[in-house]
């Protein structure tokens, strides 16, 4: 499999759809480069690759916090009444407001963008949402008393409290160990299907994309672009747990390793000439 | 720290106190040292057995003594009003100067060299302006409140990471409500993390303030018994504005901590 165009990106209806983007920090090389990728409706894509190959920077431009030097970000029209809201992301690092419980930084989507929402149905949803991540019984505390795998599983209702059409995930679980990670994929996707949001995951994991996604895009060395697309065969209904012993699990993940190992080496040759992780704001996932 | 530990630590503190005061009263009466050093005479260092009894005269008003609480409310309620108006103004300067960069780029020299500018030598220009009165102790308070309150108002402002505003905008936030939420509580949380130093420095210059312009304060009082040579009164006062710091300090600290519980460890 070689470098593969998304012709079909608006044909099929898509979302969103990144147009034959091209990116780069002001002054420098391009950090992707001719890249077009759609998100169909209620899809999960993983993104994987080598660090420093624009995963990231791919995120910031779906959400329009990074412009395309070239190509461009579109959005299909929202058929739903009322509109859905766009588009959250849940980032690497924290980004839960110390001084509001639980239950306030889960809505706080209604708050900033001043949605006006019936009290017993804002209510109603949040007690849902927080029933469904197993957080029972935080509600009322503070992020600084909660563990590390519940205040992602805090950051991730807040993303999803309003349903957006599209959420963004920045990997999202690196900082968590394994068996806490595993534990909050099954929540995540039984969540993310029910609610019929679109995702795209970035992620250093390959079992977590291999577990998560409906699709897989492997992007190339810098400057990114799609070296690869798999389709997973889980269908909408997931026991994560046992996908990881699945035969398909198992030979994608080989499979993915193999075509992370070739980028990753090229990405080595490469870096005589730049470091691959040190383009300016690496840390923060983007220009600002 | 195990139980044991902490009452040796007590009982050497004790002692160590008792071994000042012992030292304090006695070692005057050694003429040996007192002719020798200043240090050691009585008249200027005084004592602590007269200075408990200056205490008490000053508490009650006796033996021609004035009484101690209206100075000490004249000075306290200064430095509280002082530092109450310091903070809101200095919050109120770093929620606007942390929220634009180009106003902060604009006014950030003015702001650092007015803080380099020692305030003390503005106040016989205060007490020109507003007279010897309550209003100049306030404005000397405010004035070195403001600095302290601000540059964290600003730090506060400015040290929010990036992912948090960008998350805020992303939820749909406008900047109105990106201030409103979360810059505004993140300033006010610097600002009253900096509580117990912005009421020590108000009381500090409130005092400097009475020493210099004569309002009738404790500095006043201090600034008398100085130039009419009573050591004695002098230790007095001062050791109650010691106490009464001490003691605002504590109450501040609790207030703080209560305020922000959700800071964590």
């Given at each position: 499999m070689t470098a593969e165009t998304d012709t079909t990106a608006l044909e099929r209806r898509d979302v969103v759809a990144l147009d034959d983007v091209t990116y780069g920090y002001p002054g420098g090389p391009n950090v992707i480069e001719g890249l077009s990728l759609g998100l169909a409706p209620g899809e999960i894509v993983c993104v994987v690759g080598p660090s420093g190959c624009g995963k990231t920077t791919l995120l910031t431009m779906l959400a329009g916090l990074a412009k395309p030097r070239s190509g461009a970000v579109r959005w299909s029209p929202d058929p739903a009444k009322p509109a859905r809201h766009p588009l959250t992301m849940m980032f690497q690092k924290d980004t839960l407001?110390?001084?509001?419980t639980t239950e306030d930084n889960i809505s706080l989507h209604f708050r900033l963008s001043g949605t006006q929402l019936r009290r017993a149905d804002k209510a109603g949803r949040i007690a849902d949402l927080v029933e469904l991540a197993g957080l029972k019984g935080a509600e009322k505390k503070y992020p600084y008393q909660l563990s590390g795998g519940m205040r992602r599983r805090v950051a991730f209702l807040a993303a999803v409290a309003s349903r957006p059409r599209v959420l963004l995930l920045d990997?999202?679980?690196?900082?968590?160990d394994e068996p806490t990670r595993i534990a909050i994929h099954q929540d995540i996707f039984d969540i993310v299907k029910s609610q019929g949001i679109s995702v795209v995951l970035v992620t250093h994991d390959i079992g977590e994309a291999v577990s998560l996604a409906d699709r897989i895009i492997v992007l190339t060395a810098?400057?990114?672009?799609?070296y690869a697309t798999h389709h997973t065969p889980f269908g909408e209904q997931r026991d994560i747990t046992r996908i990881r012993q699945h035969p398909d699990f198992l030979s994608l993940y080989a499979r993915l390793w193999e075509q992370l190992e070739v980028q990753v080496d090229s990405a080595r040759k490469s870096s005589?000439?730049?470091?691959?992780?040190?383009?300016?704001h690496a840390e923060d996932g983007g220009p600002r | 720290m195990s139980v044991g530990r902490r009452s040796a630590v007590l009982a050497c503190q004790v002692l160590l106190t008792a071994a000042m005061l012992l030292a304090w009263q006695y070692l005057p009466k050694v003429g040996w040292l007192s002719s020798r050093s200043h240090l050691f005479d009585p008249y200027f260092v005084s004592s602590p057995t007269q200075v408990a009894k200056a205490l008490h005269d000053l508490a009650v008003g006796a033996n021609g003594s004035p009484k101690i609480w209206p100075f000490l409310w004249r000075t306290m309620s200064a430095s509280i009003l002082g530092a109450s108006i310091g903070m809101i103004l200095g919050a109120a300067a770093g929620l606007v100067l942390s929220n634009s960069p180009f106003v902060s780029a604009v006014v950030r020299p003015f702001v650092v060299a007015a803080n380099a500018t020692p305030r003390v030598t503005l106040i016989p220009v205060i007490v020109i302006i507003a007279g010897t009165s309550l209003t100049a102790s306030v404005i000397i308070g405010v004035l070195v409140v403001f600095f302290v309150a601000f540059f964290n108002a600003y730090e506060g402002g400015t040290s929010i990471a990036p992912q948090i505003i960008d998350n805020a905008k992303l939820l749909g936030a406008n900047n109105w409500r990106v201030l409103r939420y979360i810059r505004l509580p993140y300033v006010m949380a610097w600002t009253f993390a900096g509580l117990p130093l912005a009421i020590t420095f108000s009381v500090i210059s409130v005092v400097t303030g009475e020493l210099l312009d004569g309002y009738p304060g404790m500095g006043q009082l201090i600034a008398t018994a100085t130039s009419t040579g009573q050591s004695t009164l002098t230790f007095a006062t001062t050791f109650i504005l010691a106490v009464v710091g001490l003691a605002i300090v504590i109450l501040s600290d609790q207030a703080r901590d209560r305020v922000l519980h959700w800071w964590g460890k």
């Open positions: 407001l110390p001084w509001m990997e999202p679980f690196s900082a968590l810098r400057p990114g672009t799609i005589s000439s730049f470091d691959p992780d040190l383009g300016p | -």
